[in-house]
């Protein structure tokens, strides 16, 4: 079994969610907000289906469909939003912007100044997160699969989601791992998983059923 110099060191995260008293009462709000909002607001708002409900799938749509849709009754507009893919962005800023273009494309002006009703407003949340060494280590594939089976999802989520925005590629941390291991058509096959067509427990399981099947 090949080992690697450089074991692949497993870490832990978890997100606190911050309140931050800013609203939205139209979209033009919602749109003058999300340009200037700091990444932490759109990465919460985008992504928090995929960690906190990970037991559906296909994953719920990112909160702007579901306001668009739910609460201004734009289902058009719902489902362009719903229909973006989160995981083709290299960066959240890139989100954002596809966001934005995509609102400012399709909402007439009238729409845009039209204020919801009160209590039915966007609330904008943030993401605090806080990353936590663990002392798992693998140094080859066996243990690295053997290590899938009892990661937390919060540590799944770090490595195969986060760690694209983090870097800004394409690769998750397993895959620039195993690509270094020696590893290359792993690597590939396991950065072709779609966490966004998988539950967090459905990526881990997919994950473990690649590992397993190159070491027999």
């Given at each position: 079994?090949?080992?690697?110099?450089?074991?692949?060191?497993?870490?832990?995260?978890?997100?606190?969610?911050?309140?931050?008293?800013?609203?939205?009462?139209?979209?033009?709000?919602?749109?003058?907000?999300?340009?200037?909002?700091?990444?932490?607001?759109?990465?919460?708002?985008?992504?928090?289906?995929?960690?906190?409900?990970?037991?559906?799938?296909?994953?719920?749509?990112?909160?702007?469909?579901?306001?668009?849709?739910?609460?201004?009754?734009?289902?058009?507009?719902?489902?362009?939003?719903?229909?973006?893919?989160?995981?083709?962005?290299?960066?959240?800023?890139?989100?954002?912007?596809?966001?934005?273009?995509?609102?400012?494309?399709?909402?007439?002006?009238?729409?845009?100044?039209?204020?919801?009703?009160?209590?039915?407003?966007?609330?904008?949340?943030?993401?605090?997160?806080?990353?936590?060494?663990?002392?798992?280590?693998?140094?080859?594939?066996?243990?690295?699969?053997?290590?899938?089976?009892?990661?937390?999802?919060?540590?799944?989520?770090?490595?195969?989601?986060?760690?694209?925005?983090?870097?800004?590629?394409?690769?998750?941390?397993?895959?620039?791992?195993?690509d270094s291991l020696g590893e290359q058509e792993l690597a590939e096959a396991v950065a072709k998983v779609d966490p966004y067509t998988y539950t967090l427990e459905g990526v881990r399981s997919q994950l473990i059923k690649l590992a397993a099947k190159r070491i027999k």
């Amino acid at each position: 079994m090949k080992k690697n110099r450089e074991p692949f060191r497993f870490v832990d995260q978890v997100h606190l969610k911050e309140l931050t008293g800013i609203k939205a009462r139209n979209f033009k709000e919602l749109g003058d907000i999300l340009r200037n909002a700091p990444d932490s607001i759109v990465h919460y708002h985008t992504h928090h289906f995929l960690e906190e409900h990970h037991y559906l799938t296909p994953e719920p749509a990112n909160d702007f469909a579901v306001w668009a849709n739910d609460v201004l009754g734009d289902e058009i507009l719902g489902e362009k939003l719903a229909s973006i893919d989160i995981l083709e962005f290299p960066t959240i800023s890139a989100l954002r912007d596809r966001i934005i273009n995509l609102m400012e494309q399709h909402v007439p002006s009238g729409l845009k100044m039209r204020r919801v009703p009160e209590g039915k407003e966007f609330y904008f949340v943030k993401w605090v997160s806080i990353v936590l060494p663990t002392s798992r280590l693998a140094h080859d594939l066996r243990e690295f699969g053997e290590a899938l089976g009892m990661l937390s999802l919060g540590s799944l989520y770090f490595h195969i989601i986060e760690s694209r925005l983090r870097t800004g590629k394409a690769s998750n941390d397993f895959s620039v791992w195993l690509d270094s291991l020696g590893e290359q058509e792993l690597a590939e096959a396991v950065a072709k998983v779609d966490p966004y067509t998988y539950t967090l427990e459905g990526v881990r399981s997919q994950l473990i059923k690649l590992a397993a099947k190159r070491i027999k």
